[in-house]
């Protein structure tokens, strides 16, 4: 394999890849996506430095559609919220949850049950990195040190949170594919020969966008910046002439592509599809800004 691809096969008992013209029922797609899969491997690994491009996604399991109907609620609790009702305990005011609460209602879900992907991606160094420390070898070792001992940042999740994901680190993607078919009995090319899925979600940032990279600055970065003449660290506010970080903050925009499966594997490396901007009226959504 390159030094700088990386699979992970990754299993679930229940998945939701939601599709966003759903406005309000959650309707899965029939295979994961590739915004789900980067999510799935930044959990186990990432850093401002580097970033993932998903090369393909090979299917051992295709899963069985189910439908449930949740629980749910329409308010969110922010930060603001939450200091105010810690300096003044008399204007706690608790969501209301549970069937028929004020704050509840019920939607129903149609999502994949008992799904199966080798997710194979591209290793990138972004705008960040300091070429003299950061190598993709670096990176590469470790995530597959991280996946094979099944450690990660936070628990990945098959589209929602509640439907979590167990992962395990492959060498060959292909292999992979072959071994786990035959283990089940299945002839790989046949789990699902071939079908156009139509138009699919790729991700809420272009991948371009993404090379630019982006974190924050430590305190004493900050403090060794020209701009802070004085040595102190200021608040971030609009008026401060301290920028606080590196790299390029970008606004969230779907980009879609169309996607098939072809012997059990989407192809979506990003140089290798179409992809589609869907909001109209911005021609260019690799450099839009905040």
């Known amino acids: 394999m390159?030094?700088?691809?990386?699979?992970?096969?990754?299993?679930?008992?229940?998945?939701?890849?939601?599709?966003?013209?759903?406005?309000?029922?959650?309707?899965?797609y029939p295979i994961i996506t590739p915004s789900a899969a980067r999510g799935i491997l930044e959990a186990i690994f990432?850093?401002?430095?580097?970033?993932?491009?998903?090369?393909?996604?090979?299917?051992?399991?295709?899963?069985?559609?189910?439908?449930?109907?949740?629980?749910?609620?329409?308010?969110?609790?922010?930060?603001?919220?939450?200091?105010?009702?810690?300096?003044?305990?008399?204007?706690?005011?608790?969501?209301?949850?549970?069937?028929?609460?004020?704050?509840?209602?019920q939607r129903n879900t149609l999502g994949l049950a008992d799904v199966e992907y080798i997710i194979t991606a591209e290793i990138s160094l972004?705008?960040?990195?300091?070429?003299?420390?950061?190598?993709?070898?670096?990176?590469?070792?470790?995530?597959?040190?991280?996946?094979?001992?099944?450690?990660?940042?936070?628990r990945p999740a098959l589209g929602c949170r509640e439907f979590p994901a167990d992962f395990e680190w492959?060498?060959?993607?292909?292999?992979?594919?072959?071994?786990?078919?035959?283990e089940l009995g299945l002839n790989w090319r046949e789990i699902w020969p071939s079908e156009d899925l139509g138009i699919m979600l790729y991700d809420v940032f272009a991948p371009a966008s993404r090379s630019h990279?982006?974190?924050?600055?430590k305190p004493e970065e900050i403090i060794s910046l020209p701009q802070n003449i004085d040595g102190k660290i200021q608040?971030?506010?609009?008026?401060?002439?301290?920028?606080?970080?590196?790299?390029k903050m970008l606004i969230p925009q779907a980009i879609f592509f169309k996607a098939s499966i072809e012997n059990s594997m989407m192809l979506c490396h990003p140089d290798k599809v179409e992809l589609i901007v869907g909001e109209t009226g911005r021609e260019n959504a690799t450099d839009r800004a905040i």
């Open 46 to 105: 990432w850093e401002p430095e580097m970033y993932y491009k998903i090369c393909e996604i090979r299917v051992v399991k295709k899963g069985k559609w189910f439908s449930v109907k949740r629980n749910e609620v329409k308010e969110v609790i922010n930060t603001t919220t939450a200091g105010r009702w810690m300096r003044d305990f008399s204007k706690f005011k608790p969501i209301q949850a549970g069937g028929g609460a004020a704050d509840g209602t």
């Open 170 to 182: 492959e060498d060959d993607p292909q292999a992979a594919l072959e071994r786990r078919a035959n």
């Open 126 to 154: 972004s705008g960040v990195a300091d070429k003299g420390k950061c190598n993709i070898p670096k990176y590469r070792g470790e995530i597959m040190k991280r996946a094979a001992k099944g450690k990660c940042y936070h």
């Open 213 to 217: 990279g982006f974190r924050w600055l």
């Open 2 to 28: 390159n030094e700088n691809i990386v699979s992970i096969r990754v299993w679930g008992d229940f998945a939701c890849f939601t599709r966003p013209e759903m406005k309000v029922e959650r309707v899965s």
């Open 235 to 247: 608040k971030k506010n609009k008026k401060s002439p301290i920028q606080g970080w590196s790299g």
